[in-house]
Nanobody, 118 residues
Framework: QVQLVESGGGLVQAGGSLRLACSAS????????MGWYRQAPGKQRELVAT???????????NYADSVKGRFIISKDNAKNMIYLQMNSLKPEDTAVYYC????????WGQGTQVTVSS
């Protein structure tokens, strides 16, 4: 099992930046995949970015088309944390962002609100 805790959400103007952080309760090297999903009001939860965790020499990253070139997922093995750097934010990026980890089952954080004003 793994517990995931997000931080870093908030209110930002369009064009601005935010960095989300997710702390894991275990060594992230032992987690197959981690990443970020988001859910806007009235919409289904959708993938934002994911990355494999178990091999530093072959990290496979996947981004949603809507965030490619603007968002960057990264990790810090020593701190057991992953991050999502969000640049050039748009109002349509407004959502609750969830940290995700796959370790056999899927695990989720409690979510952090990101609001982008126009």
């Amino acid at each position: 099992q793994v517990q995931l805790v997000e931080s870093g959400g908030g209110l930002v103007q369009a064009g601005g930046s935010l960095r989300l952080a997710c702390s894991a309760s275990r060594n992230i090297f032992s987690i197959n995949e981690m990443g970020w999903y988001r859910q806007a009001p009235g919409k289904q939860r959708e993938l934002v970015a994911t990355a494999t965790m178990s091999d530093n020499t072959d990290v496979r990253v996947n981004y949603a088309d809507s965030v490619k070139g603007r968002f960057i997922i990264s990790k810090d093995n020593a701190k057991n944390m992953i991050y999502l750097q969000m640049n050039s934010l748009k109002p349509e990026d407004t959502a609750v962002y969830y940290c995700y980890g796959r370790l056999g089952n899927n695990y989720w954080g409690q979510g952090t609100q990101v609001t982008v004003s126009s």
